[in-house]
């Protein structure tokens, strides 16, 4: 069974400040791949990372930036210099070897305040 | 379009109606999702199709889910004798193909069944 767990369900933050949502993860698969996406207030899911099980190399891109360590099933974001447009719920989700389907975490709720 | 296209994006439906939400993918993609979201939570897997046919339906939660894409493009989710626990934001995705293939998402339908 596969399983995301992200434990903040919401965060609140001021403009410019750092922050970083958490994702842990469960699968018996050696092979599987992780995803971040965005849901803004119209409800349309956007993505924004995949990551590969073998490729443990952090990624930045622009303000985001995302770490991924196997050692402890964690695939973090993090935004730099929040800005309120980042206001939005932030989902984690897996997709293992077998199946197609992506298992999504809880999501947390970003509010960034001006 | 560019994008995956749902519709309606909003049915308000009377208990034990029947109910059909329609899915336009990205032109060409083979691969098609049908995911629940209910208030607060992750988007759940309900079934998925690679071209016309229907691979995996093991999150449809009843026999009155019942869904189809007959010509391998557009998808329709039907759901009959609408109970109050259906009321959810109903998703579509579709990706190219490959098993870690983006899964682009549509704005999702939301139902309400009164």
């Known amino acids: 069974a596969q399983k995301v767990t992200q434990a903040q369900t919401e965060i609140s933050v001021v403009e410019k400040e750092d922050v970083t949502l958490d994702c842990v993860y469960e699968?018996?698969?050696?092979?599987?791949?992780l995803f971040w996406y965005k849901q803004p207030p119209s409800g349309e899911l956007v993505f924004l990372i995949r990551?590969?099980?073998?490729?443990?190399q952090n990624e930045i891109s622009g303000r985001y930036s995302w770490n991924f360590q196997k050692s402890t099933s964690s695939f973090n974001f993090t935004i730099t210099a929040s800005q309120v447009v980042d206001s939005a719920v932030y989902f984690c989700?897996?997709?293992?070897?077998?199946?197609?389907?992506?298992?999504f975490g809880g999501g947390t709720r970003l509010m960034v305040k001006p | 379009g560019a994008g995956v296209s749902q519709s309606p994006r909003y049915k308000v439906a009377k208990r034990g109606q029947d109910v059909a939400l329609r899915c336009d993918p990205i032109?060409?993609?083979?691969?098609l999702f049908w995911y629940q979201q209910a208030l607060g939570q992750g988007p759940e897997f309900l079934t998925y199709f690679q071209n016309e046919a229907q691979l995996d339906k093991s999150g449809l939660p009843s026999d009155r889910f019942f869904a189809e894409r007959p010509e391998g493009s557009v998808s329709t989710l039907k759901i009959q004798r609408t109970q109050q626990e259906d009321s959810a934001v109903y998703l579509c995705?579709?990706?190219?193909?490959?098993?870690?293939?983006?899964?682009?998402f549509g704005a999702g339908t939301r139902l309400s069944v009164l």
């Open positions: 995705a579709s990706s190219s193909s490959g098993p870690g293939d983006i899964q682009y």
């Open positions: 699968t018996r698969d050696t092979t599987y791949y």
């Open positions: 990551r590969n099980s073998f490729d443990e």
């Open positions: 032109s060409g993609h083979v691969s």
């Open positions: 989700a897996l997709r293992g070897n077998a199946g197609n389907m992506l298992t």
